[in-house]
């Protein structure tokens, strides 16, 4: 066997023990955040967050994938987060710098098994997304309700992972939750997708970086402008961290 070969093999072994233990977290915890449903919402979270930590500390441990943040003097809440989507590593870490943010979920995924009931317990935003442009007034009703508590609101403005290198598409949503509320965007950007690919079993070992923009106020700006400004931010800053990787 070549070298390479070797190191695809080691590589496809080490992801699979991620995914075992992962799939087994997500089945054992369940439990104890179903539990949580009687307690304060906070509280709630908190119990919650133990989950993506795990996961975070097992990917380092398995598959040798860290992680730096920069950009934490920036955090304000509550806030609009506005973050790139290229994986699955964003949801599990986003939750641990934000540990009680919500995010805006299909009303469909609350019937997924184990992470649906999760959504369910934590209450968080659903949409019904076969109603459209109708969707928008409920969306921003219990978004102006969630930032009105103090809890940020999570956004992955593309809609959906893309691949590293791939045409950015920043829909509106996001943008005007924001200019609706009166919250600032803060704009988040990552290179996860080179380390934790779009639809990938296997994942390669390196650093992670992550990194949290000034933030954005949203009064006196339009959807489109808060919008434009913050993928302006998110886009050039993804040209910073990509060129990066490998110095």
């Known amino acids: 066997m070549s ?7 080691v590589l496809f072994v080490r992801s699979l023990i991620f995914w075992i233990v992962f799939a087994l ?10 539990c949580s449903i009687v307690l304060p919402i906070r509280k709630r979270y908190d119990i919650v967050n133990l989950w993506p930590r795990f996961n975070l500390w097992w990917l380092r441990v398995s598959c040798n994938i860290d992680h730096e943040v920069r950009g934490m003097e920036n955090i304000v809440e509550p806030a609009i987060i506005y973050a790139k989507h290229q994986s699955t590593w964003e949801t599990l ?3 641990t710098l934000f540990p009680h943010a919500v995010y805006v979920a299909k009303r469909e995924l609350l ?17 019904n997304r076969s109603a459209g442009r109708k969707a928008m007034p409920q969306l921003i009703e219990q978004a102006r309700a969630k930032i009105a508590n103090g809890f940020s609101i999570t956004i992955f403005p593309e809609g959906t992972r893309t691949e590293v290198g791939a045409e950015p598409v920043y829909k509106m949503g996001g943008s005007v939750i924001a200019v609706e509320t009166g919250a600032p965007i803060m704009p988040v ?9 779009r639809r990938s079993f296997i994942k390669k070992p390196g650093t992670i970086v992550i990194s949290i923009g000034p933030k954005i106020e949203s009064s006196g700006k339009t959807p489109e402008e808060l919008r434009d400004a ?17 110095d």
């Open 93 to 95: 870490a986003l939750k």
């Open 3 to 9: 070298g390479k070969s070797m190191s695809q093999l």
């Open 111 to 127: 019937w997924v098994p184990f992470f649906g009931w999760a959504f369910a317990v934590l209450d968080y935003i659903n949409i």
């Open 230 to 246: 913050a993928k302006d931010w998110i886009e050039a800053e993804m040209e910073v961290l990509l060129a990066r990787v490998g």
């Open 189 to 197: 950007a990552h290179n996860a997708g080179l380390f934790w690919p």
């Open 25 to 34: 977290s997500v089945i054992i915890y369940w439990i104890p955040v179903c």
